[in-house]
């Protein structure tokens, strides 16, 4: 496994998110809550680009006490979604959210000196 | 271009998708998966044109000047919508809100001076996806059998059925398209077969399926008799409707969406089968598209159940249901795969392996690649090549190169074992 310099800590902003190629193996940056985040850009579905599609927080659906629904609102997870069918994943855990089948294969990522560096498979 | 190089060597970014990624970076990742298909044919029998990209080039073509009028003073409105569609514009889910973004819009940039835009955005897709052929059929204007105003089908039928023959088809022979049929009248069929039929790259005629028309009342059987005497495929192909009054019922695009598209083929393929159309017209070749794979042992099973309870209803079979049916015709998107034990059940009950047809649906957000296919550990590789293309080979009369191995399937009399 070769270890791949990306740039500096300060070279990915909060919230947003970058997508590397390097001999063949595609990475996904992601900047959540201030830790940064690597996953591969191969959607388990069907090998979609999946970490260039955006970004969205998950949709959730507040059941009351009656077992009424208030309706559709946005939930704090920060999901990724892959532009070819839609397959969401929680950037933190790599999961999709309705099928454990499903998950993203994680990239190493270490941080020195405010330097990025990944650790490829 | 704005092509990604993604040679090897140092880090090098690659961009987040949008609406201006060209096909051809969206797909990257299909062409890694196409170099296995290098020596298979691969026909997509389902991929699809916008249309109303190009809607004053189709209302152009509309023969009635006052209709053609009604089209044209949509121009000047704000945001040129296109005039005389039913569609809903506030209601077009399918790109899940911004998710997926290639179906919301393709809007990279193209070359000017050379084949149509649409032609060009079409040859992206399916080199990238390693096709050889691609069929295809309008987006918006699958719903337009809802349309209240049947001359207004006729009209738009007709003049996209022009369009798609003179500007779209012509700049790349590996195109096709199957001309669209305006179902709310029969008379106007009739004469569409007329005019399209043995133009170049007319390989079939469809019938959009999202409409409230029994397709076994005598009106429709000059048609059938026409399209049948031309050897051409009659499709189905399906489509959704939220003003359906059964699909008001539901609150979830995903909902209705998954039971429209299977709804309305369901009801088609019933009336057909029960009327004993097959006898009527053995030799129409019937081909449905686009309504996935899982409803139709669902059909068969049902139909045969009822049928031998209830045979004098349907006095003009002489097999059960599921007989007539296992001799149609399906196309393979959006294949159901979540419990391949079924999937390979499914399969079994149609016989795929001489009577499905690849197809991708591209560029809609439920698209298909031929790895769909490759990917089923059930197939053997004879049955993977007959539904990625050879069948579509022997239905359509395609030329197979020399270089794509194999001959054309067998026909369902000397079916391949799968």
Known sequence: MSEIFL????DFAEGDYRIFAVDGVEVGVFRVDGDLLAWRNHCPHFGGPVCQGRVFNRVSETVTAERTTDGLCFAGERHVICPWHGFEFDLRTGRHPGDPRYRLQK???SVRDDQVFVRLP | MNKIDRQPGSPHELPKIGIRTDTRDILAHAVEQSRELAD???????????????????TDRIDNDVIRHMAKSFQDRVGAPPGLLNIQAGMNFQDVYGRIQHQAQLAEPTPTGGPHRQTILTQRAMDSMGIDRMVVFPTPMLTLGMHPQPEIETALGTAFNRWLIERVLPDDPRLAGMIYLPFNDPDGCCKVVEEFAGKPGVIGFTVTSTRYKPVHHNDYMRLYAMIEETGLPLAFHAGFHWGDESMKQVNRFLTMHAISFAYFNMIHLANWVINGLPERFPRLKMIWVESGLAWVPFMMQRLDAEYQMRTSEAPQLKRRPSEYIREMYFTSQPLERSNLKLTEATFEAINADTQLLFASDWPHWDFDLPAAITTLPFLTEQAKRNILGLNAARIFNLEVPKHKLTSPASPPSAAVTA
């Open chain 2, 40 to 58: 298979y044919f691969v026909v997509d029998i389902d991929a699809h044109v916008t249309e109303t990209a190009f809607w004053s080039e189709v």
């Open chain 1, 107 to 109: 990239i190493e990522l």
């Open chain 1, 7 to 10: 740039g500096q800590t300060s």
